[in-house]
């Protein structure tokens, strides 16, 4: 936390939102927040076996633990998609690509 000149704190997130906005793509600040809302978007065991890699131009790449995930997670990308959307309140991710990768804490 840091302190504003009224003497109010400011949450290290709002100082970061603020400074990757003005120094970073529009495509990094949006995979920063798919990032945000993926574990609630997805879940828990979904989030432990699949994390977003890449986003560009409205297709989100996913590292996936396994073929089996993917398989799985093909049949629910319509409503990953959805809850993507809907947790952003923007229709941002358009298509999901899954592949297996290293999945990230």
Do not use: C
Not at 8 to 28: E, M, V, W
Not at 35 to 51: E, F, L, Q, T, Y
């Amino acid at each position: 936390m840091t302190k504003k000149k009224d003497g109010k704190l400011i949450h290290i997130s709002n100082i970061l939102s603020s400074a990757l906005g003005k120094y970073r793509p529009a495509q990094d600040t949006d995979m920063t927040q798919i990032w945000d809302v993926w574990d609630r978007a997805v879940g828990r065991p979904i989030a432990m076996n699949a994390k977003p890699d890449a986003f560009k131009d409205g297709n989100l790449t996913v590292n996936v633990s396994s073929s089996s995930w993917i398989h799985q997670l093909k049949f629910l990308e319509k409503e990953i998609i959805s809850n993507i959307n809907k947790q952003m309140d923007k229709d941002l991710v358009k298509q999901i690509r899954f592949k297996i990768g290293k999945i990230h804490s």
